[in-house]
């Protein structure tokens, strides 16, 4: 639910306002807010709602970053080459010891289950580019997990490095070609999944920008006025925060962009976002029944605050780190 319909309220029944008048506003607003509490605590989080919900235990994976490949990608080795080298090998971030990919992923998946997580929740650069083998193997392993799941883009997942065409044209075509079991037959760049009384969307923000469809389809789960828990790869941006925080930052664009180069893809849009991305940023930070963002893309564990909506950004699973969300009622 929008923020800004009961400040429309205010403004046409509030001329001349009188402190009372204030005061009601103040209460509707309160009532229609369905935060309660947010708590974390290491890597388990505990968010409290207002809302009626049954007890509902998640699993946050991001940023895994599996390289694994067969024949079928030689052809297009050129251009998977530098990511298939990178986090081959990692730290893991409780236990210190080496750890690969697959095994992070296999740990935590793992320990979704023995823990009876309700939902495993994907946000992204789950792929270190759009392998057919590496799908085909993290989706049995989901599969064989029992527990439902939600996946959304990050900006490696569809991407072959110095391939040709823009992020949007290479995102639809290796979405479709080789991502596509992940959706689970869901439309890719935006979705929603309702447990246990709370709506999960998702919205892929993998090309740092939000589409006018997005926008609308946000609006409409807002409209709802369930409890929300928004998943997204790229961070919205919050004041303080870097160029990481990608999505809706006033100084991103082709000025600013200094990865281009290295990630042999097109530079950021001239001119900084649109319109749109700049309005869903606002727009997420400004509603009462939106409980938590939950996003990837920096591999740094942090919390950022806005308009009372906690972003969580959680560490890369590539070292076996995943956040353990509980939902319950207050
Ligand atoms: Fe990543």
Known sequence: ????????????????????????????????????????????????????????????????????DDHRGEPFMAFSQRMAAAYTVNTHFQTGENITTKESFTETLSLAKNEGADLIALTGDIFSFPSKAAVEWAFDMLVKTGIPFVYIAGNHDWHYEGMKGSSEALREEWTEKNLKPMYQGNHPLYSSYDINGIRIVCIDNSTYEILPEQLEFFRKQLDTGLPLLLLMHIPLHVAGRTLGFGCGHPQWGSESDRGFEIERREKWREGGHTETTMNFRDEVFNCTNLLCVLSGHIHRPSVDVEGGVPQVVTA???????????????
């Open 316 to 330: 890369y699973n590539a070292t076996g780190a995943y956040s353990d969300i509980k939902i319950l009622s207050l």
């Open 1 to 68: 639910m929008k923020r800004r319909h009961f400040i429309n309220t205010s403004v046409l029944s509030g001329l001349g306002l009188t402190l009372g008048a204030c005061r009601r506003e103040e209460r509707v607003l309160a009532e229609n807010e369905l935060r309660g509490t947010f708590s974390l605590d290491g890597n388990r989080i505990s968010i409290h709602t207002k809302a009626e919900v049954k007890e509902t235990r998640i699993f946050h994976i991001t940023d895994t970053h599996l390289a694994l």
